[in-house]
């Protein structure tokens, strides 16, 4: 643990400020208005993509004042790792959304295999209609044919953490948005 603890440590103090905390609470102003706009009036299911997504799901939730749910799904590909692999599906699988609309919210869209296989899902649950959100896209990586609905930022191909992003399982908790550093 102590170890690993160091190379957290160093990845953190070598890591470059993308976005300030001031920059990521705006850019969720401006994504909360986006969805209102498209999503208020029709009480939506907010599906949360734990765990990353748990950062920018809270801070969007607040910012949305028209009736909706909330509810979340358990998925990880990445683990204790910076490169993906096979989804797995970890917990229970959210129940009820037959004929419902769905917000996904997630803090990154990479590869987008994740969120592919989310929206995936939830037509196969018969939702009426599924639309994402993230907080970071990041378009260079993308493998699997999808874009987001509503995005705060556009970054490079390059590992990010903060705002729910985790680097090893650790550094979610960090305010704005860091690079860590090749
Ligand atoms: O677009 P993709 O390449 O599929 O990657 C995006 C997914 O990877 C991360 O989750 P991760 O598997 O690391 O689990 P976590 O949410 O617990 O960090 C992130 O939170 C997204 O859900
Ligand atoms: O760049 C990333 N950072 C953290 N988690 C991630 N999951 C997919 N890509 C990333």
Redesign the pocket.
């Known amino acids: 643990m102590q170890q690993q603890l160091e190379e957290i440590r160093l990845i953190e103090a070598s890591a470059e400020l993308l976005y300030s905390q001031a920059e990521v609470e705006a850019s969720l102003d401006r994504m909360a208005d986006e969805i209102t706009a498209r999503l208020a009036g029709s009480h939506p299911v907010v599906l949360c993509?734990?765990?990353?997504?748990l950062v920018t799901c809270g801070k969007l939730l607040t910012r949305l004042h028209f009736p909706l749910q909330v509810d979340y799904i358990h998925?990880?590909?990445?683990?204790d790792r910076t490169h993906?692999g096979d989804i797995a599906w970890l917990g229970r699988q959210p129940e009820n959304l037959a004929g419902r609309n769905i917000l996904i919210v997630?803090?990154?869209?990479?590869?987008?295999?994740?969120?592919q296989a989310i929206v995936d899902f939830c037509y196969q649950e018969k939702a009426a209609q599924v639309l994402t959100s993230v907080l970071l896209d990041k378009p260079a990586?993308r493998?699997?044919e999808i874009s987001p609905d509503f995005a705060g930022f556009s970054v490079a191909d390059r590992y990010v953490f903060g705002c729910?992003?985790?680097y090893k399982?650790f550094l979610?908790n960090a305010p704005g948005i860091y690079a860590v550093m090749p």
Request: zero cysteines; hydrophobic letters at 35%.
């Open positions: 993509v734990m765990v990353g997504g998925v990880s590909r990445y683990q993906g997630d803090d990154i869209l990479d590869q987008g295999y994740t969120m990586a493998k699997a729910g992003m985790d399982s979610r």
